[in-house]
């Protein structure tokens, strides 16, 4: 599956957790949120001991100085390329419904199968009583390249809008990348600056700009989510609901680097995905990252239908269409994308619900 999903050269999974383990050799994980570095540690150290006293090798990842994925939520909000984090969350239709404009709740929860969302297990019994109200998660530990970010910026937008102010120009062609100002607000309300204040909403779509004059076809929120746009026949057939959505939680880790000179310190993101569906969800969309052939409106351009995410695609995937068609007065301006991101450790897991835990659990 490795290829397909992106996970190739600097990427591949060879690379990842340090080169020590491979995510197969991952059995369970424990995800831990706390309010200061003193009851981190004190808690860490907890569970290592309590780990230990039931013989459960823990696999250390030497990379982070407490040999486990650790992290900080930014108090401005900012992840390291400037981007607000937190503006997009899904609408769930926990009570099912069939409320509009919320995802149904087999998107995210196993346990109630149906024909449009046929979750695994798909047989009534123990074992789908069991998995029932609990969801996988796809744990992925992201290395963001801060410097080469920062340097794309700054060369390519002299190029796409010299008559823009420095700063400005910069701004723009992040939110071109992303589909979003790095204020958080859409480019689908606000396709030529910043509001004054931030108008953090995903209340818009794309009926009004099928072809992407606005939010570009591969900025990262319209591959990932692409809302009401159309799909390919194979893909409604697949999708009757709609395109796939996940949930993401996260932190970032690593110190801020704002200028373009890359001063050899890791830094980047632990997201953990959520979803009921690992091949329908969480694969489609690295698939759809690494080459968008899922809509017909991709043919209208020049990238056609193997162009990437501008910010999450590998560059190095088998024939992969690496420009970004920049818009501006007149021809479009093609610009050459470099690797923004590059994965360090991917696994899928599943998250029980509380009566699984507490099954799990009993003597």
Partial sequence: ??????????????TWWDAK???????FAIYASFESPQQQAEVLERLRQSARRC????????????????GYRPSDGRLHF?????????????????????ANIRELVVGYPSDDYPTAPMKAGAWQDFARDGSFAGLTWIHQKAAAFNSFLKEKAAQVAPQMPALHREEWLAAKLMGRWRDGSPLAKFPDAPPPTPQLDNDFDYSSDPLGARTP???????????????TFPNRVRFPGGPPRL????????PRLDGTVDDGKDRGLVGLFYFARVNEQFYTVLRWIQETGFSPAFRTGKNG???????????????????FSAPKAGEPLAL????????????????????????????
């Fill in 1 to 14: 599956m490795a290829e397909q999903l992106g996970f190739v050269g600097d990427s591949s999974p060879e």
């Fill in 21 to 27: 383990f491979g995510s197969d050799a991952i059995d």
């Fill in 55 to 70: 013989g459960v090798q823990e696999l250390e990842v030497e990379s982070f100085p407490e040999r486990a994925l650790s």
């Fill in 82 to 102: 400037g981007y607000r984090d937190g503006v997009t969350s899904v609408p769930v239709d926990w009570e099912d419904a069939g409320t509009p404009g919320t």
């Fill in 217 to 231: 076809l591969v900025s990262h929120i319209r591959v990932a989510n692409s809302r009401d746009q159309p799909m």
């Fill in 247 to 254: 949930i993401r939680r996260g932190f970032s880790y690593g």
């Fill in 305 to 323: 239908l193997r162009a990437q995410d501008a910010l999450m695609g590998n560059r190095s995937f088998p024939k992969a269409n690496t420009q």
């Fill in 336 to 363: 050459q994308l470099a690797d923004f991101i590059r994965y360090k450790g991917v696994a899928v897991l599943f998250a029980p619900s509380i009566r699984a835990l507490a099954i799990l659990s009993a003597d």
